[in-house]
């Protein structure tokens, strides 16, 4: 099992950055692709960045050149850096580890979720 707590959340103005960890316990983190979702009010939970484990990346369209995903194997944790933020970035961000394959976007082959932490972007 894989416990996965996110932190960094918060209040920023537009343009602004923000910078979420997500520490997890648990098996061993290394071998983990990771990925970080996103889910605003009354839309679909999307992947915004992943990351496998040997660090190769992925960024959804409406993130790219904004957001950084990246990995500390020795301290177990997951960042997403994410500068020059926009209302449109409102969500509650959630990371996910997977137990195979490398790379996704998908929410359903991911089977560890943390409990989410909540980014509020004002204009």
């Known amino acids: 099992q894989v416990q996965l707590v996110e932190s960094g959340g918060g209040l920023v103005q537009a343009g602004g950055s923000l910078r979420l960890s997500c520490a997890a316990s648990g098996r061993t983190f290394s071998v983990l692709p990771m990925g970080w979702f996103r889910q605003a009010p009354g839309k679909e939970r999307e992947c915004v960045a992943a990351i496998s484990r040997s660090d190769s990346s992925w960024y959804a369209d409406s993130v790219k050149g904004r957001f950084t995903i990246s990995r500390d194997n020795a301290k177990n944790t997951v960042y997403l850096q994410m500068n020059s933020l926009k209302p449109e970035d409102t969500a509650v961000y959630y990371c996910?580890?997977?137990?195979?394959?490398?790379?996704?976007?998908?929410?359903?082959?991911?089977?560890?979720w943390g409990q989410g932490t909540q980014v509020t972007v004002s204009s």
């Open positions: 996910a580890g997977r137990t195979w394959g490398g790379l996704s976007s998908v929410a359903h082959e991911y089977s560890y």
